[in-house]
């Protein structure tokens, strides 16, 4: 599988996809290219760094709403909603934009980031499509009693905390799992695209586990030998916030959304920076993890949609299908395309 740029009959240059889809007990079911190969998780994992915050009991303490805590997972489009969602997090845990750490940059949505510019909207770090990632943090911290300066430092508890949850969802060793800086300034992960695919796949089983549990009036340990740990009531809703908001996953027009909007409550898509993106596919109990080898994000999310229609998450959104090349006169003079399939 290969995403490639074609302008008459040529392909004049293309982008490497590589692939893992496993299920819950890490069993690797498809594949293209390298499904162990390493790279950083970069936004893909905030899920499981927003897990600490209902394990916790962060969200019960400040009343932290499905919304705000579906924003603490998302790579937001700094929409005005979403800005209001994450000023109003800061304020119910006592902080404000002065604690965020993770600095300003454009809006990742090209209407919004144009609409500002127009206005000339001054923007300040909580415009950061990482806002509400860093806001939980501090929530974090704040329940805890941690220091909330210098929350974004691997030495800090709150980055230990949340690298801890990566180890118990990947199952892989503290000492095998890299560690880097984000570009939002936080810990970011370096770690083979199946135990990425895999914690996804496990958020199915915990969240079925849960359902289970819940209907017969008890929570029960995991029963699969391959998930020694307990069914956490975290997960659920952490996949219940974000399913429930693909809005605020990402924003209107952006591919995470616009997949999760087109088959509602059976996907979650999550991307990440530099060519990365996974997902979960609930009733399938499936992960994946894909990496566009040069970080090409429009390529990246072509892929992924390809990935999940053959998966069976059928019709791919229009806008997913393919990507036409305009020339400056405005003339559609090729397209960028997936090609190739799976390995299963």
Known sequence: MRVEQVRGSLVEAWHDVHVAVVDSTGRLLARSGDPDLVTYWRSAAKPFQALPLVEDGVVDRFGISTQELALCCASHSSEPGQIALVRNLLAKIACSERDLLCGPHPPLSERVASDYATRG?????????CSGKHAGMLALARHHGWPTEFYTRLEHPVQQRCLAEVHRWTEL????????????????YGL?????ALAYAKLAGAESGMRNAESQGERREASD???????PHSAFRIVEAMLRHPELVAGEGRPCTEIMQ?????????????????????????GVALKVADGHGVAAALALAAVLEELGLRPRPASLTARPSVNTRGETVGELRVNGRLEK
């Open 192 to 196: 083979p695209l199946r135990n990425m």
């Open 262 to 286: 087109a088959h509602p409550g059976r996907v979650i898509a999550k991307l990440g920076a530099e060519g990365v993106y996974c997902a979960l596919l609930r009733q399938e109990g499936l």
């Open 225 to 231: 030998p391959a998930q020694q740990f307990r069914i």
């Open 121 to 129: 909207v001054r923007l300040t770090a909580v415009y950061s499509n």
């Open 173 to 188: 060793p503290l000492s095998e799992i890299g560690t880097a800086v984000d570009g939002c300034g936080v810990v970011c």
